[in-house]
């Protein structure tokens, strides 16, 4: 099936490559729920963007009205000329409605001759249930709805026809039915808004597109400044950047050799834990390490102001004030119930765009969970925020309110700590009226880590790890660690003191045995010199009784 684009971020991969070329698609929904930015859009990016022109039929607004609202938004509408954008104002004539006589010949007769004067390749009906609602006999009404159908299809126009959908029935309303066009259109779309927890939130779903593949699910959306940016997730397809090997600095050098080096770049962390636990003091470390690098990066709070932020962390020996200054660091403060999830990711993805900034952090992203439905769009955003993160190489840090690693099933509140590259988790142990920070990294997705529990402590002089106690079965921490490494310690020195008693005791015995040995060694050698000397005496008898015998032998003659 041949397609064409509608311009709108996100839609186009929702559905598979935007909507069927030359094919007629329906776009109804409740008041407000942004068919209209959505016909509009889709006719400016193909006026504007692949030299397709087209035309525009209110029938309901006034079409100068219309172009007013529409410059509000960065699509250059007004730089387009007539020749490819073209708006017909249908209200008129309508009163006639009512009596049946309700023929749109006419209309098509007008719009025939300008498509072909303008070659137009894109059309949009909007508001159509306006003029049927006119028509009081159904039957005329499919009369017309099949005749507007078939002018489309000689035509071969890519044409949007817009209507609204109510929640009571078409009787109850006074309204025309509706429910056979969407039998007779290729592709339908139902746009929709809710309140949900008291933040609004706008989804839509495409509930028909014949001859295609498309996401089925219902997805929300916002409206921005440059028009409508639905929330497609690309989830496991090939990301723009490709993946890194490369080191980034946390800027702690203590933590960079429990993580074997640092961050890897384009990585996701997660850094969840109780308030007051230094979340944002190791997010801010990370953000001082990029900009000492030259690196562009945005903060994005959702608890404290810029200003509030940036004097806390110089209580710490943390000053971003500098680097913020020379336009390195961009630090956005907002609140959580400002917008739905969609629109906060909207803004972190824009700000990111727009300042180049290649490190991020949002803090906390949980807050995320409060904005709409904390079980759908919260963790569907946070996925979306990684995702989109990884597919532009951007290296992404998100803190997380998390009580208790060890028993939470591996969920944060925004359900990302399973996608997390690296997860590192801040608690306290309270004990003794103490209540003391650890620190442990869960998981470091291509890394070697630390799985060791460590104490750290915050000063004026900024964060300092600490080696926890361990032994006997037990693991101390702040004044319980040093009550009993103090213990350990004089302990160690008793056995010190033993062992040189001990020591000297044998050094004394040992001098005993060897005064002893010399003393026998001098009496052993007397002996020997006396045996010597008996015996060269005993050999010198030998010698001269030998010596007479052989003299007396001689005197005798024989």
Known sequence: MRKTATGIRGFDDLASGGLPEGQTTLVSGAAGAGKTVFALETLVHGARDLGEPGI??????DPAHLQRSALSFDWGLDAIPETDLWFLDAQSDLDMGRSGNVDISGLLAVLQAKVLQMGAKRIVFDAVDMLLREIADPNIVRREVYRLRDWLLKMKLTAIITAKVFNTTSAQSGQPSM????????CSILMGHQIL???FQRNLRITKYRGSPHQENETPFVVG?????????????????????????T??????????????????????????????????????????RGEKSLFVSFVSREDEIVRNLQSVSIDLQPHI??????????????????????????????????????????????????????????ERLIDWAKSEGITVMCTSRLDDAEGADEASPTQISTIADTWIHLSYDLALGERNRRFSIIKSRGTSHTNQLREFVLSDQGVTFRDVYVG??????????WG???SDELALREQEAAADRETARLNGDISKLEGGIALLMAQLETKRAEAATLTERTDEQVSDTEQTRDKMRDLRGG
Request: proline share 3%.
């Open 472 to 481: 006997a079965g037990e693991m101390l921490v702040g004044s319980q660690r």
């Open 179 to 186: 429910e056979f066009i969407e039998f007779m259109v290729d």
């Open 197 to 199: 927890e008291g933040v």
């Open 484 to 486: 009993r490494e103090r």
């Open 56 to 61: 525009f039929v209110c029938f309901e607004e």
């Open 225 to 249: 400044a440059k028009g409508i940016d639905v929330a497609f997730m690309h989830g496991m397809e090939k990301p723009h950047a490709s993946v890194s090997s490369e080191r980034l600095s």
């Open 325 to 382: 200054d020379s336009g390195l660091l961009r630090m956005v403060s907002t609140r959580a119930l400002r917008g739905s999830a969609e629109t906060h990711m909207l803004m972190i993805r824009t700000l990111a765009h727009e300042h180049g900034a290649t490190c991020v952090v949002t803090d906390p992203l949980s807050a995320l969970s409060q904005s709409g439905s904390p079980t759908i769009n919260g963790p569907y955003v946070a």
């Open 251 to 292: 800027g702690h050098g203590q933590l960079d050799d429990m993580l074997n080096g640092g961050y890897i770049r384009g990585a996701s962390i997660l850094m969840t834990g109780y308030p007051g636990t230094a979340k944002t003091t190791f997010c801010a470390y990370f953000l001082l390490a990029a900009c000492l």
